[in-house]
T-cell receptor, first 111, second 113 residues
Framework: DAGITQSPRHKVTETGTPVTLRCHQT?????MYWYRQDPGHGLRLIHY???????DKGEVSDGYSVSRSKTEDFLLTLESATSSQTSVYFC??????????FGPGTRLLVL | QQQVKQSPQSLIVQKGGISIINCAYE??????FPWYQQFPGKGPALLIA?????SEKKEGRFTISFNKSAKQFSLHIMDSQPGDSATYFC????????????FGTGTRLTVIP
């Protein structure tokens, strides 16, 4: 998976609790992305980063925040998890405005 | 609102046959069109990509056909094999800034031996 790890790989949590997902890369790529994958919707961009401390919103950013304090780490936080945030979350990285490489995913269940 | 529309949702093809998946877009600023392949439990992996300055790109058994005037592009898998059974996503981006990708909803391909 192109030097990308995601943790945890599986998580079950309760509605209203905060959750943080971590994406770690060993490629030193500039761009990092968080997507969610849901049946019937494909992959949708949540947030992305174009450098350390440089982040911006994607298509479905409500209820999510991100941080990137180091090139290699991109954190996604669900401030107060809801059942609608049950999904599979993928991190992706890119060195330039071309190929995005995806991590193995985190399966999140919010009860 | 889905920026890239993909069809069919599922596809069953006999081994050796041709699999065809279609996508359409509206945003004329899109200038990069990749296809991703995803196996169960894995992340999507880039299969092949095209830019609108060419009408076709071929890599092995995989071909992208691109029709700029119709704003449509398609993936053709020749001599389909059971190992090609996966979900395929088309995507598009404007290729600027962080090159944010907009994905289609996916096609689940099953190749029957």
């Amino acid at each position: 998976d192109a030097g990308i790890t995601q943790s945890p790989r599986h998580k079950v949590t309760e509605t209203g609790t905060p959750v943080t997902l971590r994406c770690h890369q060993t490629e030193n790529h500039r761009y990092m992305y968080w997507y969610r994958q849901d049946p019937g919707h494909g992959l949708r961009l949540i947030h992305y980063s174009y450098g350390v401390k440089d982040t911006d919103k994607g298509e479905v950013s409500d209820g999510y925040s991100v941080s990137r304090s180091k090139t290699e780490d991109f954190l996604l936080t669900l401030e107060s998890a809801t059942s609608s945030q049950t999904s599979v979350y993928f991190c992706a990285i890119a060195a330039s405005q071309e190929t995005q490489y995806f991590g193995p995913g985190t399966r999140l269940l919010v009860l | 609102q889905q920026q890239v529309k993909q069809s069919p949702q599922s596809l069953i093809v006999q081994k050796g046959g041709i699999s065809i998946i279609n996508c359409a877009y509206e945003n004329t600023a899109f200038d990069y069109f990749p296809w991703y392949q995803q196996f169960p439990g894995k992340g999507p992996a880039l299969l092949i990509a095209i830019r609108p300055d060419v009408s076709e790109k071929k890599e092995g058994r995989f071909t992208i056909s691109f029709n700029k005037s119709a704003k449509q592009f398609s993936l053709h898998i020749m001599d389909s094999q059971p190992g090609d059974s996966a979900t395929y996503f088309c995507a598009a981006s404007s290729g600027t800034g962080a090159n944010n990708l907009f994905f289609g909803t996916g096609t689940r391909l099953t190749v029957i031996p």
